[in-house]
């Protein structure tokens, strides 16, 4: 099993987030083809599908895929160790598991938002209300003039058919109130 070089004291927290993440990944892929070898020794695949997911695993968390684009997802894991994604969610859950459970770990924990931050999202909400109320005006007025037009094409047509075939619409004066 080749060795994990220990990350520099000027390393990022994120870049020891993630040679930490490898190194567990690596360790336990190990451990775990170990176990697949000596408990069924008659199907090395098992054990040769751990040492993929986990080498693949090694390779996503130190930013050097050679397969997939890198993301932390089951789906580029699978890829990147050249195996069916259905092989990390059905057949190797456990490692699926590690590989989530080591993504979060490795992300850390949220940052708290800055008071100009939240007077920013607080803003955007409210122009998000008053632009969602006049766009429901406005489609509450074009209903309303869809609406309109239709009545007057209704009345139109009307016209057309009372004015007989000599096409001459004749209008009849207004009842007084």
Same mark, same amino acid.
């Given at each position: 099993?080749?060795?994990?070089?220990?990350?520099?004291?000027?390393?990022?927290?994120? #870049?020891?987030?993630?040679?930490?993440?490898?190194?567990?990944?690596? !360790?336990? /892929?190990?451990?775990?083809?170990?176990?697949? #070898?000596?408990?069924?020794?008659? !199907?090395?695949? #098992?054990?040769?599908? $751990?040492?993929? $997911? !986990?080498?693949?695993?090694?390779? $996503?968390?130190?930013?050097? *895929?050679?397969?997939?684009?890198?993301?932390? !997802?089951? =789906?580029?894991?699978?890829?990147?160790?050249?195996?069916?994604? %259905? =092989?990390?969610?059905?057949?190797?859950?456990?490692?699926? #598991?590690?590989?989530?459970?080591?993504? =979060?770990?490795?992300?850390?924990?949220?940052?708290?938002?800055? +008071?100009?931050?939240?007077?920013?999202?607080?803003?955007?909400?409210? +122009?998000?209300?008053?632009?969602?109320?006049?766009?429901?005006?406005?489609?509450?007025?074009?209903?309303?003039?869809?609406? $309109?037009?239709?009545?007057?094409?209704?009345? %139109?047509?009307?016209?057309?058919?009372?004015? /007989?075939?000599?096409?001459?619409?004749?209008?009849? *004066?207004?009842?007084?109130?």
């Amino acid at each position: 099993m080749p060795q994990v070089q220990e990350p520099q004291a000027a390393a990022a927290p994120d #870049d020891e987030r993630s040679r930490q993440a490898a190194a567990i990944a690596e !360790t336990v /892929g190990a451990v775990l083809a170990g176990t697949a #070898d000596a408990a069924a020794p008659h !199907t090395p695949a #098992d054990a040769a599908e $751990i040492r993929a $997911i !986990t080498d693949a695993m090694v390779r $996503i968390f130190v930013g050097a *895929p050679l397969r997939s684009d890198g993301q932390l !997802t089951v =789906k580029s894991l699978a890829e990147e160790a050249g195996l069916r994604r %259905n =092989k990390l969610t059905h057949k190797h859950t456990g490692l699926k #598991d590690l590989f989530y459970a080591l993504v =979060k770990a490795q992300q850390g924990p949220p940052r708290a938002f800055t +008071d100009k931050e939240r007077e920013v999202s607080e803003q955007r909400k409210k +122009d998000l209300e008053r632009v969602r109320a006049e766009r429901d005006g406005l489609r509450a007025r074009a209903q309303q003039l869809a609406r $309109i037009v239709h009545v007057l094409e209704v009345e %139109n047509h009307q016209l057309r058919e009372s004015a /007989g075939t000599d096409g001459v619409v004749r209008v009849f *004066p207004r009842p007084r109130r």
